[in-house]
């Protein structure tokens, strides 16, 4: 197979499943994979192409290998789901057990999927996920927000997924009482002094920009 040319995996009316195995298989759609992470409902960096495709390059052991299903609808990007495979991953005879990315630099990467066809997507990205592995699965994904569309998607009566879910904290929020200047007013004044300080050190880098 040629560089940078994926296999087809799966074709059910308007969505194409591809598989890639290497970096150069993906760099033509890392824009598109951006665009898919920034709609995201959890719009958070470790969904984005850079962040992924770094993990895969980089943070995997030698015996572990990884694949990126990509979906397509009439040529767009609309799905993506990359798997991380481990050594021994088939957990019982005819199940296999994946990964989503995850380790203790990168806590939660999620399933990307085009906003109001998320559970047409998602399905079809199980089914290839199902398709390659040759057999049975599950697909183990890590601190996913509650308000992740794979979460609903996949609860939505999707009949070839059952899904296992387990609370796993608070995340990136902070649990807050009354309004968000209100929780600013009960920060410590040494904690609000140093606030200050480091937003005034933020501000004198070129090309940053910041919210709180």
């Excluded at 719009?43 to 694949?67: D, I, K």
């Excluded at 183990?140 to 609860?155: C, D, F, K, N």
């Excluded at 796993?168 to 002094?193: E, H, M, Q, R, V």
């Amino acid at each position: 197979m040629k560089a940078g040319q994926r296999n087809l995996i799966l074709e059910r009316d308007d969505v194409r499943v591809e598989a890639a195995q290497s970096i150069s298989q993906l760099e033509d759609i890392a824009e598109s994979w951006n665009d898919l992470a920034i709609s995201s409902p959890s719009n958070n960096p470790m969904l984005s192409y850079a962040w992924v495709s770094s993990f895969l390059e980089h943070r995997l052991t030698g015996s572990e290998q990884w694949v990126v299903f990509l979906a397509f609808s009439a040529g767009e990007l609309v799905g993506v789901a990359p798997v991380v495979i481990r050594p021994r991953s088939i957990i019982r005879l005819g199940l296999r057990r994946l990964h989503a990315p995850s380790d203790d630099h990168t806590p939660s990467v999620d399933v990307l999927t085009k906003r109001d066809k998320e559970k047409k997507i998602l399905s079809a990205l199980m089914d290839a996920a199902g398709l390659y592995c040759g057999m049975n699965f599950t697909y183990v994904l890590s601190r996913i927000p509650e308000q992740s569309p794979t979460i609903s998607g996949a609860l939505d009566g999707i009949e070839t997924i059952r899904t296992y879910t387990d609370y796993n904290g608070a995340g990136a929020y902070i649990s807050i009482k009354g309004t968000f200047d209100d929780f600013i007013k009960g920060l410590s004044s040494n904690f609000s002094k140093n606030l200050k300080k480091s937003s005034k050190k933020l501000k004198k880098l070129a090309g940053v920009g910041y919210r709180f």
